[in-house]
T-cell receptor, first 113, second 114 residues
């Protein structure tokens, strides 16, 4: 079945550092890929998405490129802020099973001043 | 446009009781999914409803059930509560069938079972 694997956390960074969170997936067909972010005490919010190979999703300084050849969708941000401290989830939406979503385990990011 | 709303936001129950959680999707959204989130197991898919029909189901016991009404609002029921059912229950809605459609999440209902 479809699955998503993302790097374990916590990832601890200093403010203005470069952030990368690795995400790889296994899926049949051509899934859509998503990054969600969850701040403490809240639900998940969509951060960005890409629906086909080589698409780049971007939002709030975050970027991720849909790489079909490496089945990856790594999240990057050039200069993180304390307010970026959250849990980040990589997800895919299958082309079968009525478009069921599959989420990774989540990566906690802690940004220190 | 209002987002996904979930009620109640917090709930305390005791073992053996049952609980019903409610989710109102974004207006026009016909698909509603439910997830259980715990520190140990992460985000686990419970089930998905589309136009009042359950079309996807996760690996949870039959104590967990749900339904969707004609206005797309959904309820989730857990019977004979166990301590391990303590979790954040998240509801998400999306517009349609397309694989490109995004799921939008509500704030969740935090359930504590004592």
């Amino acid at each position: 079945g479809d699955s998503v694997t993302q790097m374990e956390g916590p990832v601890t960074l200093s403010e203005e550092a470069f952030l990368t969170i690795n995400c790889t997936y296994t899926a049949t067909g051509y899934p859509s890929l998503f990054w969600y972010v969850q701040y403490p005490g809240e639900g998940l919010q969509l951060l960005l998405k890409a629906t086909k190979a080589d698409d780049k999703g971007s939002n709030k300084g975050f970027e991720a490129t849909y790489r079909k050849e490496t089945t990856s969708f790594h999240l990057e941000k050039g200069s993180v802020q304390v307010s970026d401290s959250a849990v980040y989830f990589c997800a895919l939406r299958s082309t079968d099973s009525w478009g069921k979503f599959q989420f990774g385990a989540g990566t906690q990011v802690v940004v220190t001043p | 446009k209002a987002g996904v709303t979930q009620t109640p936001r917090y709930l305390i129950k005791t073992r053996g009781q049952q609980v019903t959680l409610s989710c109102s999707p974004i207006s026009g959204h016909r698909s509603v999914s439910w997830y259980q989130q715990t520190p140990g197991q992460g985000l686990q898919f419970l089930f998905e409803y589309f136009s009042e029909t359950q079309r996807n189901k996760g690996n949870f016991p039959g104590r967990f059930s749900g339904r969707q009404f004609s206005n797309s609002r959904s309820e989730m029921n857990v019977s004979t509560l166990e301590l391990g059912d303590s979790a954040l229950y998240l509801c998400a809605s999306s517009l349609a069938d397309s694989r490109q459609e995004t799921q939008y999440f509500g704030p969740g209902t935090r359930l504590l079972v004592l």
